[in-house]
C-alpha cells in the first residue's frame, strides 16, 4: 500500500500519551497493509525500544531549531514519499505545518495547538470538549475534521471491552502517566496505605528505578506500555486526565483524576461534570483528607461505581482508532 511518516516525540515532561495514541493509529493501519514510520527528535531510547517492540520503523533527527529542524524532515519525505504525513505534538504549530513540504501527501494533525489554526487535511481531536466552532476560521478548505470520544486512539485490545464492575473494591491502581509525574503514584499510596485495599503503583519509563518496595498491599510495576490487562483486573484508579482517562472509559473502570498539567484541566472538568470521574484538581493541591474521603466513598458505593462505568463506556469504545486510519487511507488513496 504506503506508508505514514509520523513525527512526535516523548520525554519526562511530554510523557507518552502522544507516541502511544500514534502507536495506537499506526498499529490499525496495519489492518490496511499501510506501514509506518516514525521520526523522532534526539536519540530517545525509550521511545525507540517501544516503537521496534510494536515492529515499526524509527528514524532520529537531531534535537535542533524548528527551521534546521524542517530541513531534516523534509529531505526525509523527499525520500520516503509517504501517503501521509502525522504530526503530534504541541511545538508542532501553524507555522510549522506550512513550512513542511509533504510533496502532495495529506498531512494530519493529531491533538490541538492554542489558537486552533491548522494546515492539516484531516484533525483528529479525541477531548471530550471538542467541537467544530473551536476551529472556525481556523482550518483549510476542504479540511476534515474528527472530533471527541469517537475517536480515541486506542490499542487493538480494547476492543474486547466486556467488563463487569464489582460489587466489592479490592484493587485500586494508581497511574499517572508515562512523564516526571509519576512516581508521585507512591506519594498517594504513602496517602492511602493503611486503607483495607490491594494497591498497584505503576512508574513511568522516566522515573528512577525502585527496588524493594512492593509487599504487603502493595504492587509496584515500572515498564509497562500496555495497561489493558492491568485495567481488567482493576476497581477504581486514580489517575491524570490524560490518555489513559479513555482507556478506563472503554473499559468501565470508575477513576478519579489530578491535573499535572494546563492541557489536561479541560477534559478534567468535562469527564467529571458527564459522571466518568471525579475531578480532584491540581496534582500540586493533593491533599490527605479529600483523598481518602473520595476513596472510602466510591470503593464502599458500588451505584456510584457502576453509573462512572457506564458513562464512561458510553463515551468511548475503543473503534477511535480504526476510524481514524480508515480516513487516512481514503483521504491518502485520493492524492496518489
Known amino acids: 500500500m504506503f506508508t505514514v511518516l509520523f513525527r512526535v516525540d516523548s520525554s519526562p515532561q511530554v510523557g507518552l500519551g502522544h507516541l502511544m495514541r500514534c502507536l495506537a493509529l499506526a498499529d490499525a493501519l496495519k489492518n490496511y497493509k499501510v506501514k509506518s514510520l516514525f521520526v523522532i527528535a534526539g536519540d530517545e531510547l525509550t521511545s525507540k525500544a517501544i516503537i521496534l517492540k510494536r515492529k515499526h520503523s524509527v528514524i532520529f533527527i537531531s534535537s535542533l531549531c524548528t527551521n534546521e529542524e524542517l530541513v531534516f524532515l523534509n529531505r526525509i519525505i523527499e525520500n520516503e514519499s509517504p501517503g501521509a504525513v502525522v504530526l503530534d505534538g504541541y ?88 512523564g516526571k509525574y509519576s512516581q508521585l503514584g507512591l506519594v498517594i499510596y504513602g496517602m492511602l496505605q493503611d486503607l483495607p485495599y490491594r494497591f498497584t503503583v505503576v512508574l513511568g519509563p522516566y522515573s528512577e528505578k525502585i527496588a524493594g518496595r512492593s509487599g504487603g498491599n502493595l504492587e509496584i510495576l515500572s515498564g509497562i506500555d500496555n495497561l489493558y490487562s492491568l485495567l481488567r483486573e482493576t476497581d477504581l484508579a486514580v489517575t491524570a486526565s490524560g490518555s489513559t482517562a479513555w482507556e478506563l472509559c472503554c473499559l468501565g473502570v470508575p ?82
Not at 510533496?103 to 484533525?123: E, I, M, N
Not at 472538568?269 to 500540586?284: D, F, K, R, T
Open 255 to 336: 477513576f478519579i483524576t489530578y491535573i499535572l498539567s494546563d492541557n489536561q484541566k479541560q477534559n478534567a472538568i468535562a469527564l467529571s461534570e458527564y459522571g466518568a470521574s471525579i475531578n480532584m484538581g491540581w496534582i500540586n493541591q493533593l491533599e490527605q483528607g479529600s483523598l481518602r474521603e473520595t476513596i472510602t466513598f466510591l470503593a464502599s458505593n458500588y451505584e456510584k461505581r457502576a453509573s462512572m462505568a457506564q458513562r464512561g463506556q458510553s463515551l468511548v469504545d475503543g473503534l477511535g482508532a480504526d476510524r481514524v486510519a480508515k480516513v487516512i487511507v481514503d483521504i491518502s488513496l485520493k492524492k496518489i
Open 91 to 178: 511545538n508542532f504549530n501553524y507555522d510549522y505545518q506550512k513550512k513542511l513540504n509533504t510533496k502532495g501527501a495529506p498531512l494530519v494533525c493529531l491533538g490541538w495547538s492554542s489558537d486552533y489554526r491548522t494546515a492539516a487535511d484531516l484533525v483528529v481531536n479525541q477531548n471530550i470538549w471538542a467541537s467544530p466552532g473551536l476551529y472556525a476560521g481556523q482550518i483549510q478548505p476542504g479540511a476534515t475534521l474528527l472530533l471527541g470520544t469517537k475517536y480515541a486512539l486506542l490499542p487493538q485490545d480494547y476492543h474486547q471491552r466486556t467488563k463487569e464492575v464489582r460489587t466489592s473494591c479490592e484493587h485500586i491502581l494508581i497511574t499517572l502517566g508515562g
